[in-house]
């Protein structure tokens, strides 16, 4: 019943998923646009968001997040094999709103439910077995090392299963949930790829890096945001405050103009684990990064911020500012023990994010001098 | 130049807060002023039919408090602000779980009113977090007086006290879509009633004109007088409120948990509920209706055409001489500066204090014809309301000396039957309002089981007399404001 009805050969993705939850949670990080591109590659699959050019979002389903992975990408560099590093990647867009809706469908929150459900239920338990099963007729590499996943993942509480396929390039992108006896099958319509560029984000010329925990991100966004503003300031220096949010009211917001407000890390330096700062501003005479963001696009960063753990901000020369992400999820749909090295997967969300122009007289010179300033905590 | 300075606890964050979430039921912006001694907010609710003010001591709230007067503000500081800000700064921080994050609950809140010449007016408040975060919000304010609503305690015989739990309690059984709140009490049975109501009207009829009860629904809940802990009340007297705003405060009186105390005299004059705890002292004055079934049957019995005032606000008495009638006044009042006959169920305070007050007051009443012939610009009420432009204007010594004691007293000094009209205009527009968003006709029946020592009670009300009568006097009165 969860044979999938294959027309010509094997498809060219196909992964199988016991929890859509952590899949969910990740997607719906970047979950800021419409139409999200993605991009199957044989070590998992990447969902990039753009928003106007100024934000552009990524979030990665690592293949250790599913049960089973298999490829069996164009033979540009090798036939669907996942030891060759090269295949080309299939890339195509859907409608991130649709693919989320689909995800949830069984409810990603009441997992404690269905984990009650699932003692009493062996059917859903033998759902994956017999996914394995099916794999198995495909013949793919990865089988024979996923079959450890699949047997840790059935005995264990796991109770739905997700299956990804795309059979083809151009058909539709399928989603098939299976719970307690319940089977959905989505088709979802595949776009054209049309991923603009990347945000150029210089990795060479950074100015900062800041790492932290996501948390105290969130809070200082919270604190900062209840006016409502339109723009944010994200400074970093040296020295005190090291690190300062700031924004000011917009006609609209809730203090009106004239409202301000500041977060800043001046008594909690040592929240910030990194701290490196290697910006100079000639204007002012003091070290110092200070770029100017639209406050909405990092705001709608925020669902990343809440489930990640750490974050790392960095800015390069030019003022881009990249946001990463560390979220932990429970590798490959709560197989517990059973994966081998897997365990509690990292996953990772990125967001750069381009700032206002600045005026002249503020713009930020970077060149050269500013040696590397790490006053990382031991 | 700070001229006020003070620093909140954790615990007195949240006291604040929950102060300003009330306030912001009744108004989206509260006066603050300072003084040595103490800390007021103060809130009128636009159709300045409540008032709000919160009082925190200086010594006993804020864990530090200093009051420097500069020469403008020599010995108070005032200013107006936005609520909703306040309630975002003000707000209660998470603490997080304290075994992997550090704790970001609010160490300290500091707040410092900067003003004085050549530098921006500002309230600063910076909240430091326990886990070194400092968050520090910059607001602008408005240099305005506060309005103070005044009570006079002498006048006001009726008093009861309850625990503000029990009362909150209570409330649970008030039903949906009810606005007014008549509380009375009946010494025979020994319990006080409390009986919730509306006199919404929605149209009908091939012409729409015709008005039926929205909700033909009395809910009625009586409370044994033991309940209470002081229960000071004239037999059979009949007072409405608003149920919104009564709701409100037993909201913020069941976190403050004290003692609600009310004091009252008559229908048309202010109520007055208080309650205290350490530090702060929460009293509201709320404008009671005029009363209505007193009305009714007063109609009834005395003047044909008082049954077209179904819901007047009640004490007319114009001059500030007279004494307070009862509750009706009709038109014929109007040339007679005297109280109308008092109602013979009613005691007559015997204060000389005569106010008229309408839970809606006049929509516009500055720019209303009628309004100016009342001559009320010299009223002692709405002080500030005179020229809307002035507020923006520097402040002005003088000017302030008279703001100073600008009190809310509702006290109609024209003529009251063009007061008296207003509101029923306003009601005419509510109910338009209604009928046009409100589904058709829904009857709740609500019912609520005896809960001891709590007896509910529900009437089911036929299709009225009161919205029929209520229509005419709507003409009526639209008549005698295209007169005037």
Redesign the interface.
């Not at chain 2, 886990?131 to 602008?140: D, K, M, Q, R, V």
């Given at each position: 019943m969860s044979q999938p009805t294959q027309d010509a050969g094997p498809p060219l993705f196909r992964a199988v998923a016991s929890s859509t939850r952590p899949l969910y949670q990740l997607l719906k990080a970047v979950g800021f646009t419409n139409k999200i591109h993605v991009e199957i590659t044989p070590e998992g699959l990447r969902f990039s968001a753009d928003h106007a050019r100024v934000m552009q979002g990524a979030a990665h389903w690592n293949k250790n997040l599913f049960a089973s992975y298999t490829t069996n990408l164009p033979p540009a560099a090798g036939n669907g094999d996942d030891d060759d590093p090269e295949p080309e990647p299939v890339s195509f867009q859907i409608s991130l709103p649709a693919f989320l809706e689909t995800l949830q469908i069984f409810g990603v929150a009441d997992v404690a439910a269905r984990q009650a459900r699932s003692d009493i239920d062996p059917l859903v338990r033998g759902n994956p077995r017999m996914n394995h099963q099916h794999r198995g007729g495909n013949g793919s590499d990865a089988f024979s090392h996923q079959t450890l996943h699949g047997g840790g993942f059935a005995s264990s509480s796991s109770n739905g299963t997700c299956i990804l396929s795309y059979p083809s390039d151009g058909g539709p992108f399928s989603i098939i949930l299976e719970e307690a006896g319940v089977k959905t099958t989505c088709n979802l319509t595949t776009y054209l790829p049309e991923m603009p560029e990347d945000i150029p984000f210089d990795i060479d010329d950074l100015s900062f890096k800041v790492i932290m925990q996501a948390r105290y991100l969130l809070d200082a966004l919270a604190e900062v945001g209840s006016i409502n503003p339109e723009r944010l300031t994200i400074v970093v220096s040296r020295k005190e405050p090291y690190l300062r949010f700031r924004t000011s009211g917009s006609h609209s917001g809730a203090g009106g103009p004239g409202v301000e407000s500041t977060v800043d890390f001046r008594r909690g330096r040592d929240l910030l684990e990194t701290f490196s700062v290697r910006a100079v501003e000639r204007a002012k005479g003091e070290r110092r990064w200070s770029q100017t963001f639209k406050f909405d696009t990092i705001k709608a960063a925020t669902e990343a911020m809440r489930i990640a753990s750490k974050v790392s901000l960095r800015g390069d020369g030019q003022g881009v500012l990249s946001m990463q992400f560390m979220v932990e999820v429970e590798g490959a749909g709560g197989a517990g023990g059973g994966v081998p090295g897997g365990g509690a997967g990292l996953s990772f969300l990125d967001f750069r994010f381009v700032p206002y122009a600045t005026d002249g007289d503020e713009e930020t010179d970077t060149e050269g001098e500013g040696d590397d300033v790490d006053m990382s905590e031991a | 130049m700070v001229i006020l300075n003070f620093t909140l606890s954790e615990e007195g964050v949240s006291v604040f807060h929950d102060a300003l979430a009330c306030m912001y039921k009744f108004s989206d912006d509260v006066c603050l002023e300072a003084r040595r001694d103490k800390l007021t907010l103060t809130t009128l609710n636009i159709s300045k039919s409540a008032y709000v003010c919160f009082t925190f001591a200086a010594n006993r709230f804020f864990s530090r408090y200093h009051f420097e007067g500069n020469a403008q503000y020599r010995d108070r500081f005032f200013c107006q602000l936005?609520i909703?800000?306040l309630l975002?700064?003000f707000?209660s921080?998470q603490g997080?779980d304290s075994a992997r994050?550090?704790d970001?609950s609010i160490e300290r809140c500091d707040v410092a009113i900067d003003d004085g010449p050549g530098k921006k007016s500002r309230l600063i408040a910076r909240?430091?977090?326990r886990?070194?975060?400092?968050?520090?919000?910059?607001?602008?304010f408005e240099s305005k007086p506060p309005t103070h609503a005044k009570f006079e305690k002498d006048e006001a015989g009726n008093r009861w006290s309850i625990s503000s739990s029990t009362l909150r309690q209570l409330m649970d059984h008030f039903g949906p879509g009810i606005e007014l709140l008549d509380i009375n009490t009946d010494d025979d049975d020994h319990v006080v009633n409390f009986t919730c109501f509306t006199d919404k009207v929605q149209k009908r009829g091939p012409h729409g004109n015709e008005a039926v009860l929205k909700k033909p629904l009395h809910t009625n809940i009586s409370v044994e007088m033991a309940e209470f802990n002081e229960v000071e009340v004239q037999d059979k007297l009949h007072i409405i409120i608003s149920v919104k705003d009564f709701r409100a405060i037993l909201q913020h009186a069941q976190i403050i948990s004290g003692e609600l105390a009310t004091y009252y005299s008559e229908p048309g004059r202010p109520m007055k509920l208080s309650y205290s705890a350490d530090g702060i002292l929460c009293e509201f004055i709320l404008m009671t209706v005029g009363e209505q079934d007193a009305i009714t049957q007063k109609h009834k019995n005395t003047r044909a055409r008082a049954s077209k005032t179904p819901k007047p606000g009640s004490g007319p008495g114009p001059g500030p001489a007279s004494k307070p009638d009862g509750s009706v006044a009709n038109n014929e009042a109007k040339d007679v500066p005297k109280p109308a006959q008092k109602p013979p169920q009613q005691k007559t305070p015997p204060q000389p204090r005569q106010t008229q007050f309408e839970i809606r007051p006049p929509p516009i009443p500055p720019r209303s014809p009628v309004a100016a012939r009342t001559d009320r610009s010299d009223s002692p009420l709405f002080v500030e309301q005179g020229d809307e432009d002035r507020q923006w204007d520097p402040v002005d010594r003088e000017d302030e000396e008279e703001m100073d004691n600008a009190r809310v007293e509702w006290n109609a000094t024209g003529e009251p039957v063009l007061l008296r009209h207003f509101p029923l205009v306003a009601r005419k527009k509510m109910a338009n309002i209604h009928s046009r968003t409100r589904r058709p006709c829904e009857l709740a029946v609500y019912w609520q089981d005896r809960l001891c020592p709590v007896m509910s009670q529900t009437d089911l009300l036929g299709d009225s007399s009161q919205p029929s009568s209520f229509l005419r006097h709507v003409s009526c009165c639209l008549l005698c404001l295209f007169f005037c």
């Open positions: - | 936005y909703r800000s975002s700064i707000r921080r997080g994050d550090k970001a909240i430091s977090c886990n070194g975060i400092t968050a520090s919000h910059s607001l602008p």
